[in-house]
């Protein structure tokens, strides 16, 4: 094959198509779909990606591959069809879709290093390479590059005998910890070991410690092993016995943890009910999508677990999806006593270089089982035989710029093309899922017992109004502030919840809970302090300011929202007893930080543990008796038709963090809407109402699961050429699209302005347009030339998750 198809690392319409590649002579037979290379694209070179190879160009005269960057494919054959597939789904350009798959770390700068896959390995190389690895194990690919054995190197690369490792530069937080090595010969040591005297027992440790280690090890760890201080460690170094280094920590986070290994549970009778179907999936090769739908802490997790054990035993491999901030050090630690050394980890926390290790243990087919964050759906197994997304309501399964994928589709996706199971998991599955459940398009799984028989906790809802009417102008109820204070003297652990998500933009009367709302569109209407005005974001529609409350009169009409710093200075004024953890975005920035606080808490060090979204998801803490929402309508006044839902997911959540162990649990709902049906289905643990309700809602205003969003948003630093082009998208599909697809807009964004950039929306709402996708396409042809010249943005979500 002596031509390539190449996607060039260019992000533009015209650019967004394959080009054709002459393949030099000495990587015929080497390069293939999958693999980066760098070409000349015009005056410069750009990266690419190989997706084909063929015997001859569309084209007469073709440049070229200058240079390669992948000796094996980055990318599997499937991954590259997902990447056709999401540039469909998502109309995002087939760059992007590629780069979405790969860590961080293959676009950042690098060294391309070879090393020597194992000292027998040597023997097989080629007589060429053979000088290169004599006296060392890697060496970096420049040395080699440029010399007339670089086309052999390929074929031992092929062969497996040399492994391409990218070396990510450091900026400067390479890890290091001293360390030491023995710095004399075995005999010697022996001698010297033999001669040391009673009193001097601990270096003998620290010496045959070494000598069984036979590598150089951190200070540190050897201390603590031996359980002993440095001070002889420090002898044998002056005495010349161990030489002191400097040791890069390897960058597996969780390398030097021991964890004890796990065995399988003996089912309860509704978990082997549950998983009997899914194991039936996995046995004879099936696709089906199951959503597990159980209360928190019913055993979902131990139901995953056992699949995958099935999955490995036929020597296939698991993706399982958790939300981020779910993906606590606790279900790492589930995952790693169950697995063992076959999971990779991949989050958000790890850096750039550590997400890249995990990768690569991913592609060399080191582990099975991948437990990672959202772009973990793409992890370059190629013999997939389960995928499971946990929580699968979490919005963060959502990707919030280009590709703008949706992980679900991904994994169903994936499933299909391996014929395999997926399951989706969640105590508040989302109305879609749970819909398609109903229908029988998913198989419904049912999990309602509690592990420990534990009833749910009971919930009380205090209405902040009254609390206002009876003086007390405090952020903990008097209700909360008893328990809180019951609890602290019994020595039992409260957790405070306060959503920070909702921001202040909203209005509400502090003395009946009113908050004004679109009279088309029953949202939340959103507090324009600019204009000062209240506004719809879905149809434009405006009103003035209240200075007094329309329903009850009250002046005390105002904006909303109090942040966790303010909370946790009123807690210290209240209760100065009480030692408080906070967790929010500013105290776990820092890495580690997370697992740190949360260790403070499940150490009881602290007894009230305070936070927002972060808290609410996966944490067990056996001493947890008391849960209290400081104000749960935050999130129900968003301008989005989610709310309610939302809400009720959020709420159960919070409430399913107490009495999950002996003690039974309580919690305290405050709230100016206690009469909300999203407050009140979730303290009595209701789905199945809230469910029902919320679809005659969906139904009413045509949203989903009913019709299908779409959602065009157009940004530009100056605000008529905005409008005008939000005007024109808006008229050309109200004339080429059905009359029963209806389309809002233009209208302002809920966020107006970011980065002196305004911004308008159309929103769409349709059942059956198979014209859409074709129409939104011309969209993006038609205006490419201003986007690119004038800087216009235009960006379409196809299930847009955030309305902002
Ligand atoms: P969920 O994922 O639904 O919240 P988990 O799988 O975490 O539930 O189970 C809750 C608790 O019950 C965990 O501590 C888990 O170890 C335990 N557990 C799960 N299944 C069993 C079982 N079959 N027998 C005994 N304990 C179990
Ligand atoms: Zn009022
Ligand atoms: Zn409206």
Known sequence: ?????????VAAKQTDRAFDYAVPDKWKGIIVPGMRVVVPFGPRKVQGFVVALKEEAEVKRVKPIADLLDLTPVLTPELLEIGHWLTEKTLCFMISAFQVMLPAAMKAKYDKELSLLSKEAYEQL?????????????????????????????????????????????????????????????????????????????????????????????????????????APIKTLINKGLLAETEIEIYRDPYQDRYFTPSKPFQLTDEQAEAITPILRDIEENLHDVFLMYGVTGSGKTEVYLQSIDQVLKK?????????????????VKRFKERFGSKVAVLHSGLSTGEKYDEWRKIQRKEVSVVVGARSAVFAPFENLGLLIIDEEHETSY????????????????????????????????????????????????????????????????????????????????????????????????????LNKRGHSSFVMCRDCGYVPTCEHCEISLTYHRYQNKLKCHYCGHEEQVHTECPECHSEHIRFFGSGTQKVEEELTK????????????????????????????????????????????????????????????????????????KTFQLLTQVS??????????????????????????ASQHDYDAFYKQEMEIRKMHKYPPFFYLALVTVSHENIAKVVSVTDKISQYLRQKLSPQTTILGPVASPIA??????????MLKYKLEPSLIPLLKYILERYQAEMQKENLTITIDLNPYSMM
């Not at 040591?189 to 001669?195: A, C, D, K, R, T």
């Not at 296939?316 to 901030?325: Q, R, S, Y």
């Not at 302005?753 to 159309?762: A, E, G, M, P």
């Open 753 to 762: 302005k970011i980065k002196d950039r305004y911004r308008y929306q159309c």
């Open 574 to 645: 209240v209760l100065p007893e009480a030692r408080v953890v906070r967790m929010d975005v500013d105290t776990t920035s820092r890495k580690g930080a997370h697992e740190k606080l949360l260790n403070k808490f499940a150490s009881e060090e602290a007894q009230i543990l305070l936070g927002t979204q972060m808290i609410a998801k996966g944490l067990d803490f056996p001493n947890v008796t008391l849960v209290g929402v400081l104000t749960a309508d935050t999130m129900l006044n968003l301008p989005d038709f989610r709310a309610s839902e």
């Open 315 to 331: 020597r296939k491999e698991a993706i399982m999806l958790v939300p981020e901030i779910s993906l606590t050090p606790q279900m």
């Open 126 to 230: 080629h007589e060429q390479v053979k000088p290169f690895f004599q006296s060392r194990s890697s060496l970096k690919w420049s040395e080699v590059e440029k010399t007339a054995a670089a086309s052999v190197f390929y074929r031992d690369i092929q062969k497996g005998l040399i492994e391409v490792v990218y070396v990510v530069k450091n900026k400067g937080n390479k890890k290091t910890a001293k360390g030491v090595k023995l710095n004399q010969s075995l005999e010697e040591i022996q001698q010297f070991m033999s001669e040391l005297n009673k009193q001097a027992e601990k270096q003998k440790q620290v010496l045959s410690f070494m000598l069984e280690r036979s590598e150089e090890v951190a200070i540190k760890e050897i201390a603590e092993d031996l359980q002993i201080t440095s």
């Open 398 to 497: 959502k990707q919030e710029e280009n590709p703008r994928y949706h992980a679900r589709d991904v994994a169903i996706y994936r499933g299909q093309h391996h014929q395999c199971p997926v399951i989706l998991g969640s105590a508040t599955p989302t109305l879609e899922s749970f819909a398609r459940a109903q229908k029988g398009v998913y198989k419904l799984l049912t999990l309602k017992q509690r592990m420990n028989k534990s009833s749910m906790p009971s919930v009380d809802i205090v209405d902040m109004r009254e609390e206002l009417r009876s003086g007390n102008r405090s952020m903990f109820s008097t209700l909360l502030f008893e328990k809180m204070k019951d609890r602290l003297e019994k020595g039992e652990q409260i957790v405070l919840f």
């Open 1 to 9: 094959m002596s031509v390539a198809s190449v996607i060039v690392d």
């Open 656 to 681: 399913g963090r107490a009495g999950r162990h002996k003690l039974p649990g309580e919690v305290v709902i405050q709230t100016y809407t206690p009469e909300h049906y999203s407050i009140q289905l």
